[in-house]
């Protein structure tokens, strides 16, 4: 009986290690149009790549730092190029994208070691220019942590951050979330990759987990979140807590990461998400649903 246990043990532990490397999509893999239709630029940065992509002609004054999802173990995919490119031709914005380290091979120190340096470069390179911060899933509570971080250090901060099904809290220890039926997210998934990212100590630090860090600091920030995603409890949770400095923008039945799949018909809201981006990109005031 313990032999079997153990083999069963060993096998999920495979199919786990399997299902990391499964999310793994190479950023070399990128779309030819993003050459031929935009300015494009690949930097490295402490050894990383920083993608900045802007307008061939037009552009705005708007600066876009955006911070892609995967459970922190998932690189950029093709819906996350599909969506830059629509907020630029949009807004004519200019949209920068690092490629930050991931777990499990890193954890959340390398993380900041490397996008703290480079939020303090990209703010002191852009002054008079409007700054916005937007992230989705991991990438929005990596965002969020971010900003706090910020916040504390009296560093310049964002003019608008957008929050797309943002992950705040990877111990996924709300009872709320056992309630939603995710056909996308799985719960335990999740916390075996929050766990790697957050390494020996740092579950308890707001660096990993938003929903315990600073909140003095918060302004103009929107999240978007939709009931079939199980991320959705500590989002409206961390909304509720800080009213009049989190917009929670929440969409009946919409699936997690919905406003980035406006060109998927079947996907619920996936249109009304993302107008609802455009609007706050362009406005930012007076766009709760």
């Known amino acids: 009986m313990y032999v079997q246990f153990v083999i069963l043990l060993v096998l999920l532990l495979l199919f786990i290690l399997i299902m990391y490397y499964e999310l793994r999509v190479s950023t070399s893999k990128l779309p030819k149009d993003v050459f031929r239709y935009f300015n494009f630029k690949s930097k490295k940065f402490m050894g990383r790549d920083v993608f900045t992509i802007s307008p061939e002609a037009e552009q705005s004054d708007k600066v876009i730092l955006y911070i892609h999802g995967g459970s922190y173990v ?3 995919e093709k819906y996350h190029w599909t969506f830059f490119k629509d907020i630029i031709n949009a807004t004519k914005a200019t949209v920068i994208v690092p490629d930050y380290p991931l777990t499990p091979e890193n954890t959340y120190l ?26 989705d899933s991991a990438g929005a509570g990596l965002a969020l942590a971010l900003y706090q971080r910020n916040g504390k250090l009296k560093r310049r901060l964002p003019d608008k951050t957008i929050l797309i099904s943002p992950w705040l809290d990877v111990r996924m220890t709300n009872p709320a979330i056992d309630n939603i039926n995710d056909p996308v997210l799985k719960k335990q998934l999740l916390k075996l990759s ?3 990212y957050a390494g020996k100590n ?7 987990n938003p929903v315990l860090g600073p909140t003095d600091k918060l302004k ?11 991320l959705n409890p500590d ?7 800080n009213k009049g400095k989190v917009d929670f923008i929440e969409f009946e039945d919409a699936i997690h990461n919905f406003p980035l799949m406006r060109h998927k018909s079947k996907v619920l809201h996936a249109k009304e998400g993302y107008e609802k981006i455009l609007e706050i990109i362009e406005k930012g005031e007076n766009v709760n649903v």
Do not use: C, H, W
């Open 74 to 76: 998932g690189e950029l």
């Open 194 to 196: 929050g766990k790697r």
């Open 202 to 208: 740092g579950l308890r630090s707001y660096l990993v």
């Open 235 to 241: 989002a409206k949770e961390f909304a509720k807590k």
């Open 220 to 230: 103009e920030i929107y999240i978007l979140s939709g009931t079939k995603d199980i």
């Open 110 to 135: 390398q993380v900041f070691k490397m996008m703290e340096p480079l939020y303090k470069k990209i703010i002191d390179n852009i002054k008079g220019k409007e700054f916005i911060l937007m992230g």
